[in-house]
């Protein structure tokens, strides 16, 4: 394995807000380690690119990891991570942003306990350690928490009238909490979805996979992960046993 990737739940206290807080070791140089869009925002902290902020991503990255290099971070859920990163997402989607421009000596503190951890869970506990969530989600961020427990697969003018917005409220204030407007929101959720059922079930045929994930069909899949990764679903599961059929 050229990269071992680790998720660590978070403490009660931030799991409303976030996700999960992860690590990716090499073994070896990997050149070309992808991250696939999945509408959430990272606080990222590697040895030779710093401490920053990466906003949710409309397309694939790839990210050169040298031999022995860690890398490690805490991922917001969709929606909730403007407060703590103290910056509108949609100025930080397909882009990021030194974490210092944006606290100030907080990071450069958080940068060095991150320095100085010895292990994956440590460098968990410093980046949980540094957030104080707000009292409660605003009626945005719980919309948008409704678009990701639907994995996208819900209707964005019922939820936006659930939460007393119109659409164009919706569609503005969602923009700037989650760098996405909602419909691309719902997207981004709905190939997230169906990637973790690929994942989960190698050899599901890719028909299947589409119907559960509320595409129209496998066309409507492999348009929407050729638009986000540039290659058919065939391709991006290829080495995991994943295979596509009717």
């Given at each position: 394995?050229?990269?071992?990737?680790?998720?660590?739940?978070?403490?009660?206290?931030?799991?409303?807000?976030?996700?999960?807080l992860?690590?990716?070791?090499?073994?070896?140089?990997?050149?070309?380690?992808?991250?696939?869009?999945?509408?959430?925002?990272?606080?990222?902290?590697?040895?030779?690119?710093?401490?920053r902020?990466?906003?949710?991503?409309?397309?694939?990255?790839?990210?050169?990891?040298?031999a022995?290099?860690?890398d490690?971070?805490?991922?917001?859920r969709?929606?909730?991570a403007?407060?703590?990163?103290?910056?509108?997402a949609?100025?930080?989607t397909?882009?990021?942003?030194?974490?210092?421009?944006?606290?100030?000596?907080?990071?450069?503190?958080?940068?060095?306990?991150?320095?100085?951890?010895?292990?994956?869970?440590?460098?968990?506990?410093?980046?949980a350690?540094?957030?104080?969530?707000?009292?409660?989600?605003?009626?945005?961020?719980?919309?948008?928490?409704?678009?990701?427990?639907?994995?996208?697969?819900?209707?964005v003018?019922e939820?936006?009238?659930?939460?007393?917005?119109?659409p164009r409220?919706?569609r503005r204030r969602?923009?700037?909490?989650?760098?996405?407007?909602?419909?691309h929101l719902c997207r981004?959720?709905?190939?997230?979805?169906?990637s973790a059922?690929?994942?989960?079930?190698?050899?599901l045929k890719?028909?299947?996979?589409?119907?559960?994930?509320?595409?129209?069909?496998?066309?409507?899949?492999?348009?929407?992960?050729?638009?986000?990764t540039?290659?058919?679903?065939?391709?991006?599961?290829?080495?995991?046993?994943?295979?596509?059929?009717a």
């Amino acid at each position: 394995m050229r990269a071992a990737y680790r998720e660590f739940r978070p403490p009660p206290h931030l799991a409303a807000w976030v996700e999960c807080l992860w690590s990716v070791d090499a073994a070896v140089m990997v050149p070309d380690y992808g991250v696939a869009p999945d509408g959430c925002l990272d606080m990222v902290y590697s040895p030779g690119g710093g401490l920053r902020a990466v906003g949710a991503m409309t397309r694939e990255r790839r990210f050169e990891l040298p031999a022995g290099d860690r890398d490690c971070g805490l991922r917001f859920r969709p929606g909730m991570a403007s407060d703590f990163l103290k910056t509108p997402a949609a100025g930080l989607t397909d882009s990021e942003a030194p974490l210092e421009d944006l606290w100030g000596a907080p990071a450069r503190r958080l940068a060095e306990l991150l320095e100085e951890a010895r292990s994956p869970e440590d460098a968990a506990a410093a980046f949980a350690g540094v957030l104080r969530p707000a009292a409660r989600a605003t009626g945005v961020q719980r919309a948008i928490a409704a678009l990701a427990a639907a994995h996208g697969a819900v209707d964005v003018n019922e939820v936006a009238r659930q939460a007393n917005l119109s659409p164009r409220q919706f569609r503005r204030r969602c923009l700037e909490a989650s760098g996405l407007t909602p419909k691309h929101l719902c997207r981004v959720l709905r190939f997230r979805n169906a990637s973790a059922m690929a994942a989960r079930a190698p050899g599901l045929k890719w028909s299947i996979i589409a119907a559960d994930a509320g595409y129209f069909d496998q066309a409507h899949l492999i348009r929407d992960f050729r638009e986000f990764t540039g290659r058919p679903p065939m391709a991006v599961f290829s080495n995991t046993g994943a295979t596509g059929g009717a």
